[in-house]
């Protein structure tokens, strides 16, 4: 959520090789790519033309990068203590992500130190 981690690959069907590309929008302004792959892009709507070896443009296409929906998270505590026998008990940390928010799989870390994935149990 919020990265600018996305990716369009273009991939030309016809026209003759090499192919040069233009890329706008959201931020982006590159003309005269002859890769096609575009990394770290943010969210948004992007407009790509396609120029082939005889200087053919296809037409406008659009391309859209979604935001993923930002993470929901709950957690739960259950601090340290004894139980009635004086037992020393574990603090238990629960984190549960909403269904539906953020991209899979999750990572956690707490205080900036280590991150631990949903299957992790910290002792």
């Known amino acids: 959520f919020g990265g600018s981690n996305g990716t369009i690959t273009l991939t030309p069907a016809d026209g003759l090789a090499p192919y040069s590309y233009t890329l706008t929008g959201a931020g982006a302004n590159t003309s005269g790519d002859v890769t096609g792959t575009y990394t770290g892009l943010p969210a948004g709507t992007y407009s790509v ?3 082939d070896a005889k200087g ?21 505590v259950t ?6 026998g004086n037992v020393p008990q574990a603090a238990v940390v629960t984190v549960t992500a909403t269904v539906g928010t953020g991209t899979a799989p999750y990572t956690y870390s ?3 130190s280590a991150s631990y994935t949903s299957a992790n149990t910290l002792s």
């Open 49 to 51: 033309v396609v120029k």
């Open 56 to 76: 053919c443009d296809s037409a406008v296409i659009s391309v859209t990068i979604n935001q993923p929906l930002q993470l929901a998270a709950t957690v739960g």
């Open 79 to 84: 601090p340290f203590g004894c139980n009635s």
């Open 110 to 112: 707490f205080n900036g």
